[in-house]
């Protein structure tokens, strides 16, 4: 089955600094990826997802970038600000698939201070 | 987006007694939903995919007989924890698809405590 690794595990920036957590996944078969921002004992958002068919993704301060040779896809915020303090998850499934199960990586802390 | 809704958000139940948690796609129909349990700081652990109409398909090492699945409509899939145990203390959240598209909404998570 799928395998997705993520890390850091806690990643702590200046407010205004940038953040860039990474994630690899084991199963060339994925093509879809997901990153999801959980804020401490509430449900994980989607904040943006890339498909295996682009490179990289863009969305205000937000980006996320796919190397799909290499197997590992990266989320990069820039301008962080307090309110980006979350955790972050990135996943990965294939779309296509009849229903997809999507398999999380463990997880990075972002600690935004002011 | 699609709105998933999961009920009760918090419940403390005493050791041996079953609870019975709740997961609603309110503006979707759902033939699969996803159950995972996550614990403090840390990811989270797909269960179980819940079928409608069918049986549930369980994770290796995720108890069938301990957590129970109904997925008995479009909209409803329930997890029972039977004869819980403080071990089974923990968040479970479940996730739903709009049919055809892949982005998954989550419910709002239910913090199980047993004491």
């Known amino acids: 089955g799928e395998n997705v690794e993520q890390h850091p595990s806690t990643l702590s920036v200046q407010e205004g600094d940038s953040a860039v957590i990474k994630c690899t996944y084991s199963?060339?078969?994925?093509?879809?990826f997901p990153w999801y921002k959980q804020e401490l004992g509430k449900r994980p958002q989607l904040i943006i997802d890339?498909?295996?068919?682009?490179g990289e993704k863009k969305d205000q301060r937000i980006a996320v970038t796919l190397n799909k040779t290499a197997k590992h896809f990266s989320l990069h915020i820039t301008e962080t600000q307090p309110e980006d303090s979350a955790v972050y998850f990135c996943?990965?499934?294939?779309?296509?698939?009849?229903?997809?199960?999507?398999?999380f990586g463990k997880g990075t802390m972002l600690l935004v201070s002011p | 987006g699609a709105v998933v809704s999961q009920h009760p958000s918090w419940v403390i139940c005493k050791s041996g007694t079953s609870v019975k948690i709740e997961c609603r796609s309110l503006?979707?129909?759902?033939?699969?939903m996803f159950w995972y349990r996550q614990f403090p700081k840390q990811s989270l652990m797909l269960m179980a995919t819940?079928?409608?109409?069918?049986?549930?398909?369980?994770e290796q090492g995720v108890e069938k007989d301990k957590f129970l699945i109904n997925h008995a409509s479009l909209t409803l899939s329930t997890l029972t924890v039977t004869s819980a145990h403080p071990e089974d203390s923990s968040f479970y959240i479940c996730?739903?698809?709009?049919?055809?598209?892949?982005?998954?909404?989550f419910g709002q998570g239910t913090r199980l405590t047993v004491v």
């Open positions: 996730s739903a698809s709009v049919p055809g598209t892949t982005e998954a909404f």
């Open positions: 199963d060339s078969a994925s093509n879809y």
């Open positions: 890339i498909r295996s068919n682009v």
């Open positions: 996943a990965a499934s294939r779309e296509g698939s009849g229903y997809s199960t999507l398999t």
């Open positions: 503006d979707f129909q759902a033939t699969t």
């Open positions: 819940s079928n409608e109409g069918s049986k549930a398909t369980y």
